[in-house]
């Protein structure tokens, strides 16, 4: 069973940085795309940024030029440093991985429990 545990959230003030971490943990075989969904009250649930294992990502246009995804295969980990936050980055942001999908995809095999990011104005 993998398990994926995110870190790194809280209150910042608009302008300032977080940077979001998430740990794949268990017996893994094999884990291709990972990346950062979130889900902001009474809205759905959007793709934020995703990073292959080779490295490619891809970012949702309301986070370009903000957010930067990077991950360490080594450490199985997948960051997600945020800058320039605004209001409407508040969420919950959630950690998923694919077992073979290079990219994110509705069909994620694994999900993080979340972490929540406030953004004050």
């Known amino acids: 069973q993998v398990q994926l545990v995110e870190s790194g959230g809280g209150l910042v003030q608009a302008g300032g940085s977080l940077r979001l971490s998430c740990t794949a943990s268990?017996?893994?075989?094999?884990?291709?795309?990972m990346g950062w969904y979130r889900q902001a009250p009474g809205k759905q649930r959007e793709v934020v940024a995703g990073?292959?294992?080779?490295?490619?990502?891809q970012y949702a246009d309301s986070v370009k030029g903000r957010f930067t995804i990077s991950r360490d295969n080594a450490k199985r980990t997948v960051y997600l440093q945020m800058n320039s936050l605004k209001p409407e980055d508040t969420a919950v942001y959630y950690c998923?991985?694919?077992?073979?999908?290079?990219?994110?995809?509705?069909?994620?095999?694994?999900w993080g429990k979340g972490t929540l990011v406030t953004v004050s104005s």
């Open positions: 998923a991985a694919h077992k073979w999908r290079a990219t994110l995809t509705d069909d994620m095999d694994y």
């Open positions: 268990g017996i893994i075989f094999s884990i291709n795309a």
């Open positions: 990073i292959s294992y080779g490295g490619s990502a």
